[in-house]
């Protein structure tokens, strides 16, 4: 099996893909195999994209957690921020559900029509992976989509090396207490035998 592809940048949101493949199945069995799993890795390409937005998103949630966290949610008027109808407290529910009625981008109100529900991959508190239907408003997918990556590579790369330097520090820490204590008690040590 050989593949190749080539990527081009045409301009700030196109991406052209060629892509080329060669497969050589030893035997009738085995091409009826491996020929249908290869066309689908081939096109697993076309997912680059999709998978570039929703990290995006994925980025901009963590980031819009961590301000709401320290200033807290605004308040809104209780209008849809797209189309701008009024939203009733019957529409909004009363019953804890008005949370499935908010973009969780911008905080806004958003109507049935509105709304716009994608599946998005956390990592929860015990290290596992979870889907969930996340509300949005078109604006702020619109704006997840024109974002440029290289803001949350940045911000990536910057707070794994923050996180990289606090722990080689601590235990940089942790060593030099270590040494300092076995040494003090060779001194005590040598010094009362």
Request: aromatic share 8%.
């Amino acid at each position: 099996m050989t593949a190749c592809g080539i990527f081009r940048q045409l301009g700030p949101d196109t991406v052209e893909v060629y892509g080329s493949g060669i497969v050589d199945p030893a035997g009738d069995i085995i091409k009826a195999l491996v020929v249908p799993s290869m066309a689908t890795g081939y096109l697993t390409v076309l997912k680059y994209a999709h998978c570039s937005k929703m990290n995006k998103i994925s980025w901009l949630l963590a980031k819009r957690y961590e301000s709401a966290k320290e200033l807290g949610a605004p308040g809104r008027a209780h209008i849809c921020v797209t189309c701008c109808t009024s939203i009733s407290k019957l529409r909004r529910g009363d019953y804890g559900r008005s949370e499935g009625s908010t973009c969780k981008l911008c905080n806004g109100y958003l109507c049935r029509s509105c709304r716009i529900q994608r599946k998005v991959t956390f990592t929860s508190s015990d290290l596992q992976m979870e889907q969930r239907k996340v509300s949005f408003c078109g604006l702020c997918l619109q704006q997840a989509r024109t974002m440029s990556p290289l803001e949350v590579i940045k911000d990536l790369v910057l707070s794994s090396s923050k996180d990289r330097h606090l722990a080689t520090t601590s235990s940089a820490t942790l060593d030099s207490s270590y040494v300092s204590s076995t040494s003090s008690e060779y001194y005590q040590s040598e010094y009362s035998g």
